[in-house]
């Protein structure tokens, strides 16, 4: 019960910190004058993936005394987390809206920016894939693997700021929803109190994952499951929760471009610069829960890149991405 209430604060902290740092992310891009699609893919993306990227890089560098525990929840969360977004977020996005749109209702992203980060995901992904075969003593192909993936998140930027200035003439610039969190303080909004208010989340993000990193520490033996697989499954459920909630807020409200833009700039992001970590500094093998993970992750991905080439995505469409995802809790837990 202490175990539980622990995880419980933590989570709470980490969840109370993505609010403040994507709150001051909002504004940011309002007054930079960048499009949605910058905001969601980028900044929102990063920022809500902090948890579920900070959990594994404290697991890996400064995680407990047992190094083979560090590396299992280190693996878990690297390639939980696009699992968890390519398949559970975008299937409850689509419950978020399925009695107003109905079964058939339609799905309005941005087509080039949504076409843009599945093309880059599905790339980098594969990479990673192929480096789970690569033996850890190939430290030179692995490095060569890893380089190539950081480098295709650097280039998916590149292009994606490229694109802003015509999508906000086109009317898809950023606004932010609500006012920042400091200037209900009486402080004024400017970009000095912008950028100590990421700061304050940061830091409250990395506290708040340190202690859920110890906690997992414990919790695993006691349910009698691998670090492995809790990293795999419940550290993302609950790591996720930012870009779950801002997805369903914003999908809500009809915004549709910020919804998946939220989930699928996360998945770019995460499925290239935490892989690359991973390929290079963990054992990065194919086990039975790895490699039906990242498979589902690669079907899921592409499920969605192709009802997008087909024209037209719909409420149901997302139904089978939640399908997937049950799909690997049988292949794992079995």
Known sequence: MQLALELLMY??????????FVNALEHLGEKLGISEGVTGSIFAAVG???????????????????????????VGAILGAPLMLS???????????WKKRGTQGHLSPERSGLTRDLDFFLVAFAIATVALFVPHE????????AFGMVTI??????????????????????????????????????LATILIQLSVGLVLLVLGAKGFIHGIEHAAPMLGISALMLSLIIVPVATELPEKVNSILWIRRHKDTLAFGNITGAM?????????????????????????????????AAWLRLMLLRGQLRVWHLAVNGALYVTYLSIALS
């Not at 989570?11 to 403040?20: G, M």
């Not at 398949?87 to 809206?97: D, F, G, H, K």
């Not at 290239?272 to 490699?291: D, R, S």
């Open 87 to 97: 398949t559970l977020s975008l299937c409850l996005m689509a419950l978020a809206v």
């Open 11 to 20: 989570l709470v902290v980490i969840l109370i910190a993505a609010e403040i």
């Open 268 to 300: 770019v992001f995460q499925g290239t610069m935490l892989p690359a970590i991973g390929v290079l500094l963990t054992p990065w093998a194919p086990q039975k829960e790895v490699l039906a993970g990242v498979i589902i992750t690669l079907i899921a």
């Open 138 to 145: 190939t430290a030179g192909l692995r490095a060569i693997l």
């Open 48 to 74: 809500t993936a902090m948890p579920e990227t900070i959990v594994p890089l404290l697991a890996i560098f400064a995680g407990t005394q047992n190094q083979q525990l560090n590396e299992e929840i280190g």
């Open 153 to 190: 998140y650097f280039f998916y930027v590149m292009l994606t700021l490229k694109a802003s200035a015509a999508l906000v003439k086109d009317g898809h610039a950023t606004e932010a929803g609500d006012p920042m969190f400091l200037s209900r303080l009486g402080i004024p909004t400017n």
